[in-house]
């Protein structure tokens, strides 16, 4: 099978509140085309098979492993990934409790694990510590032992998160 | 001379240097970096374990024209990655295969999509060859697989004399431990990029710990002098050894095929790869035969290390050396020796992972402990505390101990903030009479040496650099690299303390060998006490050229330095220090003997584990982790916290979860789905304690604490889980299908011998 015999769809969603299209294979992977298409490279992948939640992203405000979804999946919908939590530059709160208190160390789980912290605070504003550490259990992070993610989201109980994804555009990365 | 002088910004929790662009998702990681006209390398690997290649053939469906093809006739150097032992493993297979996954072609097309067909359309035909994938297979030595006797390494260690101790024993206690391979799973897989041009040479840029590894391999592999070889760490997804020698393999590769294909060529490993082809935990077996007196004090030990080395040596005799000095645990005995080899066999070779041998080690010791205390009838806490090492007392190797140490006092502490006794007591009470859920207590002490193993820094020769520009901004010049243990951070503290500035005020160059001097390999928990020496040295000697210059005075303020940068750099151009390793000069080490200074200092650690194990579905689960350690002074406490932290939880994973499963010497299980590292659901509450005693050797008194968290969580979970179910436990992982089968089967193995036996361990 070569490339040129694949038929090719324009898919269209809205990436961290900025409406974006893609001409692209329908079962290219969302990842692919987060990564290659739109150079959101903050969407990391780990394993490639749904295990270790690198690739996470929120899909209508649903947290999935963007190596699962095909671009298909996506279209029509709102995607929000690591680079759509800052506002202008400014770290949304989870972000600095990650960066403060030492969730972050290698930083290749971070951006995945700060979406399902995310994700995890807008269903419940207020968990206990068994609904966080049920929460991030999707998440394989190897280097913290996960102690000081767990602070993290703690911490950002505290304080209401921003609603990032109406952050106008991209505002981190380039 | 002790460093404990009050500072501003050393010890406090210095946000991490690189930590916006982790949070902000603009790290680039070496996947996400994309340079024009770049193509994607595979490779083709073998699917046996061991013969010779007698034929290569393209197969049928695919155009290869499309493809750079090369092979091993295609290296314009050296076939070998140099490493300890030369000419041992090669680039790529020519004759013959020593290993499943062992590389023998490789592809190159400018489409990543279409290389798998073509990996997958390359037939290699074999004449197979007996294959040895065992500790016992090898050193039955009737199959020779690597060199005349299949032993990569042996070592020997001789303290006082342990055969005439045997016949004053009150107790002779034997055992046996097994510790199995594990994965270091960093969570990005291995990756890098190469790039050639006749004018630079090559360029290499990759996720890797030792950009000077990768160069001196390079400079074999392609016959190319060193300044025509340039080595860029890309920010590197963790590492824990991993990332230690297999970069130089994956950079000779992609190396080889950017040369041939005139473009730049990517190689990522996809997880399937990464787990089944890189290096893991060498697998071990531990002997230990021991004489105690009536009251519990060590006698004689006599202990035999074995590892599994894999198919080439590359790391072993140094991972076996650790492995070896590690193997008496903090304890005085004036009679030990120490047999020790790394085998051979036909698995892909084991490498660097945390705590590099002592893991293995510190687990049978920890282990035996308990077994010995048993057998004394005195309890596992007093056991130990009647043999601690103290100030004065001579290690294994004759190390005379110089500096305090506290390791009783460091009990006492483990003991009070688990609540120990309590615990333990009612655990007892409850566990006799009540309930399917049983828990226990266990306790492991141990220590880890901080640094190259003896002579190994005198011959590193370190070096450092220090720039300051017109404004006063700093940049360190190292190799040594970040992969998430803080190195960025902990090097600018150092700075800014010593110069009086803050850590904004400095920056990290990125580890480039065109523009950093070697540092030396971040390994071997050397770099804040070494590495981080050296920088603050060489900060010290950056303020030192400014008041030659008469523009600075002995205390200056941050605006007054900044001042004299400027009027530097306008009178004389660059402002630039050095900083070389200078051998302490009270440190000695015998090679030939294996006898001396083994390593500049030792972090010492009490760790206690608190556990459940479930009877009915032989489940073990860690409730609640304790750990107290002494690190000299600690730097950065949020930095050092996360360290302990996920330390103990690899080791969590070491001891109930992280199971390779091989099949003819390849692992089977090389999947994230089936192989299982401990997620947020099921690492225990862990509380970190530190004692700080600053050491002469780091700057501000800081030792070496990296490797430290992985040496002892899982004989202490094993040794909770005897206090919990009444079992031994001598193998890790334990999954449940082993309790299950223990449980299921006969009371344990006895371990106590005839007083009186003179014999050693077989």
Partial sequence: MSAAKIQLSEIRFKVNGVERSATVPPMKRLLDVLREDFELTGVKEGCGEGECGSCSVLLDGVLVNSCLVPALQASGCEVLTVEGLATNGALAHIQRTFLELGGTQCGICTPGMMLAAESLLRKNPHPDLDAIREGLAGNLCRCTGYMRIIDAVKSAIQEPILAADLAPEETVHK | ?762
């Fill in chain 2, 1 to 762: 001379m002790r460093d404990a002088t009050p500072t501003r910004i050393v010890g406090t929790p210095a946000l991490r240097k690189e930590g916006f662009g982790k949070v902000t998702g603009a790290a680039r990681y070496i996947d996400d970096i994309v340079l024009p006209g770049m193509w994607h390398g595979a490779t083709v690997r073998s699917s046996i374990a061991r013969g010779a290649i007698k034929d290569i053939r393209f197969g049928a469906g695919i155009n290869w024209d499309e493809f750079v093809i090369v092979t091993a006739k295609d290296i314009p150097g050296a076939n070998c990655i140099p490493l300890i032992v030369d000419n041992d493993q090669p680039v790529l297979a020519e004759a013959r295969v020593n290993h499943p996954e062992e590389p023998v072609v490789l592809l190159a097309h400018p489409d990543k999509a279409r290389l798998h067909e073509a990996v997958v359309a390359v037939e290699i035909d074999y004449d197979p060859l007996p294959a040895l994938f065992t500790i016992e297979e090898s050193e039955r030595q009737q199959t020779i697989v690597w060199g005349e006797d299949n032993v990569i390494k042996y070592f020997l260690v001789e303290k006082g004399d342990v055969d005439s101790a045997w016949q004053h024993a009150a107790h002779i206690v034997s055992g046996e431990y097994r510790t199995g391979a594990q994965e270091q799973l960093y969570i990005e897989n291995n990756g890098v990029i190469a790039e050639w041009s006749e004018t630079d040479g090559l360029i290499i840029r990759g996720s890797m710990q030792c950009p000077y590894y990768v160069h001196k391999a390079l400079l074999r592999v392609f016959d190319l002098p060193a300044e025509k070889v340039r080595v860029i760490q890309a920010e590197t997804g963790g590492a824990f050894g991993g990332k230690e020698d297999y970069p130089s393999l994956i950079a000779a590769h992609a190396g080889l095929l950017a040369l041939k294909a005139g473009h730049p060529v990517k190689i990522i490993y996809d997880r399937e790869e990464d787990l089944a082809a890189t290096t893991k935990r060498h697998p071990s077996r531990t002997r230990y035969r021991t004489a105690v007196d009536k009251d519990g004090h060590l006698l004689a030990m006599d202990i035999q290390v074995d590892l599994d080395g894999g198919a080439y040596a590359t790391v072993s005799p140094t991972v076996l050396s650790r492995a070896t000095i590690h193997s008496a645990g903090p304890y005085l005995c004036e009679n030990i020796r120490v047999r020790s080899h790394a085998w051979a066999t036909n698995v892909p070779p084991h490498g660097a992972f945390r705590g590099f041998g002592s893991p293995q080690t510190i687990f049978g010791i920890e282990r035996h402990m308990d077994q010995i205390a048993k057998a004394v009838g005195i309890s596992p806490e007093e056991v130990r505390r009647r043999n601690f090492l103290a100030q004065g007392n001579a290690t294994a190797t004759g190390q005379l101990i110089r500096d305090p140490i506290d390791l009783r006092g460091m009990m006492d502490r483990a003991l009070k903030v688990s609540d120990y006794h309590a615990k333990r007591a009612r655990f007892a009470r409850e566990n006799a009479t009540s309930s399917a859920i049983k828990h226990g207590m266990g306790i492991a002490s141990f220590m880890h040496g901080a640094g190259f193993t003896g002579s190994g820094e005198r011959y590193l020769n370190s070096l450092v650099g220090l720039e300051a520009d017109a404004s006063g901004h700093l940049t360190v010049l190292v190799s040594s690299t970040e992969f998430g243990q803080g190195t960025n951070t902990m090097l600018s503290q150092v700075v800014a303390e010593a110069l009086g500035l803050s850590c904004e005020d400095v920056s990290i160059a990125q580890p480039d060998t065109n523009r950093v001097p070697n540092s030396g390999p971040t390994v071997a928990s050397r770099t804040t006490m070494i590495v981080g020496r050296l920088v603050h040295d060489a900060a010290l000697a950056l303020a030192g050229i400014l008041r030659e210059k008469n523009l600075l005075s002995e205390e200056f303020s941050a605006d007054e330095f900044r001042a004299a940068c400027a009027a530097y750099t306008a009178q004389f151009g660059a402002l630039r220090s050095e900083a070389r390793y200078q051998p302490p000069k009270d440190i000695f080490w015998d090679d030939a003997k294996y006898q001396g200074d083994a390593y500049p200092a030792f972090a010492w650690a009490v760790y206690v584990a608190e556990v459940a194990v479930d009877t009915r579905t032989y489940a073990a689960e860690v409730v609640n982790f304790y750990t107290v350690q002494e690190v000299g002074r600690v730097m950065n406490p949020v930095l050092a916290a996360g360290q302990i932290e996920g330390g103990v939880a690899q080791g969590v994973g070491y001891a109930l979860y992280e199971k390779v499963v091989w099949k003819d010497g390849r692992m089977s299980n090389n999947q994230m789905t089936n192989y299982i590292m401990p997620t947020a659901a099921d690492v225990p509450n862990i509380e970190v304690y530190f004692e700080e005693m600053p050491c002469e050797h780091g700057p501000y008194g800081a030792k070496g604490l990296g490797e430290l968290p992985h040496d002892g969580p899982a004989p202490a979970i094993l040794n909770a889980i005897q206090d919990a179910a009444g079992i031994s436990f001598t193998s890790i992982p334990l999954l449940p299908e082993d309790i299950f089968l223990r449980m299921a089967e006969a009371p344990e193995p006895e371990c106590l011998e005839t007083v009186g036996s003179a014999k050693g361990p077989e």
